[in-house]
T-cell receptor
């Protein structure tokens, strides 16, 4: 079975532009998580979904960030407008929450905003 | 707020010796703890976990210890191998969903 798939792997954009990160969770997993990794703060939970429903978005830094999960196999994290301080690695993870605490992470998207 | 803290950003040990990575947490509601390992350009991968009802869990060279009264857990790797060189994240969860991670500790095992 394929793991969590994220695209793009790298994104370089200019300040003010819209950025959309994509994630395909592992088939059969019903929970999906978006994380941001920075040198200063490590791995921060931004938002998570259970059965496609957003449960906790308290980690989303600002209104410039939004996330959607239109179906069980796809989620997006959008930043509009992007700023240089948004530069980080963004990870998506999924889990079968009824069975295990273990989350499976994608390879991440490295975002650079210039 | 940093509910999970890894106060050592880096650790260097000699091959064959023991590596001890530490983690502290503040939320007494956490009921499950995990360690993840991360190589460069890859996502974190699950390593070992422990429930709050236990104080020790062992899996091969890896052992996790939990001290609930001190709100402290540690990961022991023995013997350490060069392939263990990676960033290790401590994580804690209290409702099987909302997981909080520490900032990570970079372990370097020297041959």
């Amino acid at each position: 079975d394929a793991g969590v798939i994220q695209s793009p792997r790298h994104e370089v954009t200019e300040m003010g532009q819209e950025v959309t990160l994509r994630c395909k969770p592992i088939s059969g997993h019903n929970s999906l998580f978006w994380y941001r990794q920075t040198m200063m703060r490590g791995l921060e939970l931004l938002i998570y979904f259970n059965n496609n429903v957003p449960i906790d978005d308290s980690g989303m830094p600002e209104d410039r960030f939004s996330a959607k999960m239109p179906n069980a196999s796809f989620s997006t994290l959008k930043i509009q407008p992007s700023e240089p301080r948004d530069s980080a690695v963004y990870f998506c993870a999924s889990s079968r929450s009824s069975e295990s605490y273990e989350q499976y992470f994608g390879p991440g998207t490295r975002l650079t905003v210039t | 707020d940093q509910q999970v803290k890894q106060n050592s950003p880096s650790l260097s040990v000699q091959e064959g010796r023991i590596s001890i990575l530490n983690c502290d947490y503040t939320n007494s509601m956490f009921d499950y703890f995990l360690w993840y390992k991360k190589y460069p350009a890859e996502g974190p991968t699950f390593l070992i976990s422990i429930s709050s009802i236990k104080d020790k869990n062992e899996d091969g060279r890896f052992t996790v210890f939990l001290n609930k009264s001190a709100k402290h857990l540690s990961l022991h790797i023995v013997p350490s191998q060069p392939g263990d060189s990676a960033v290790y994240f401590c994580a804690a969860s209290y409702n099987n969903n909302d997981m909080r991670f520490g900032a990570g500790t970079r372990l370097t095992v020297k041959p």
